[in-house]
């Protein structure tokens, strides 16, 4: 079965910053692109980054965290992270990694697992 | 920037049959744009329904269907029950990497 498993999430003030990490089981890493997507309390889904799978050399970002966050993984580790900096209160959100989904083996441009988030507050 | 944009809330009657449509701010949404339905929970993690533009997720009940419907992506609901009455999301891949989600639609069974 596979299982995505964020931590890291908690309080933090504006301008710092914070470690995410999605741990997975159920299958391998390497063999697959992942996600984040963030929720801020009442609002919508946003994407937020991916990193194609292997050793991760291609990653991507939406405009609004871009220069800010960075995404990376530890095959060894079944881990995914997301290296969040400079923080702001518009960052406030429930972080969820997604893995990417493949049909027939050919890999397609949506989520097919999520977990089940972690919580990121900004506040002074 | 474009925007993916979804209808804010739907209702529809127990039974009924309800299409949320996914376009986008500037251009026709395609095949191309490869899009994927998610249903959620408040709360909870967002469930898979629908990608590549009209597949359905393993164990998606078939009143699940997703389609091009003139310019934009559509999912629709038949026999709307009510359960079904949760937030749906579309997501569009917008090439170089990129995938932007819409702002969500809120159904109502009722």
């Known amino acids: ?124 | 920037q474009t925007v993916v944009t979804q209808e804010p809330s739907f209702s529809v009657s127990p039974g009924g049959t309800v299409t949320l449509t996914c376009g986008l701010s500037s251009g026709s949404v395609s095949t191309s744009h490869y899009p994927s339905w998610y249903q959620q929970t408040p709360g909870q993690a967002p469930r898979t329904l629908v990608y590549n533009t009209n597949t359905r997720s393993s164990g998606v009940p078939d009143r699940f269907s997703g389609s091009i419907l003139g310019n934009k992506a559509a999912l629709t609901i038949t026999g709307a029950q009510a359960d079904d009455e949760l937030d749906y999301y579309c997501v569009l891949y917008m090439g170089s990497g990129i995938s932007v989600f819409g702002g969500g639609t809120k159904l109502t069974v009722l």
């Open chain 1, 1 to 124: 079965e596979v299982q995505l498993l964020e931590s890291g999430g908690g309080l933090v003030q504006p301008g710092g910053s914070l470690r995410l990490s999605c741990t997975t089981s159920g299958f391998t890493l390497s063999g697959y692109a992942m996600n984040w997507v963030r929720q801020a309390p009442g609002k919508g889904l946003e994407w937020v980054s991916r990193i194609s799978g292997g050793s991760g050399g291609s990653t991507y970002y939406a405009d609004s965290v871009k220069g800010r966050f960075t995404i990376s993984r530890d095959n060894s580790k079944n881990t995914l992270y997301l290296q969040m900096n400079i923080l702001r209160a518009e960052d406030t959100a429930v972080y969820f990694c997604a893995r990417r989904g493949y049909d027939s083996g050919r890999p397609l441009y949506y989520f097919d697992s999520w977990g089940q988030g972690t919580l990121v507050t900004v506040s002074s």
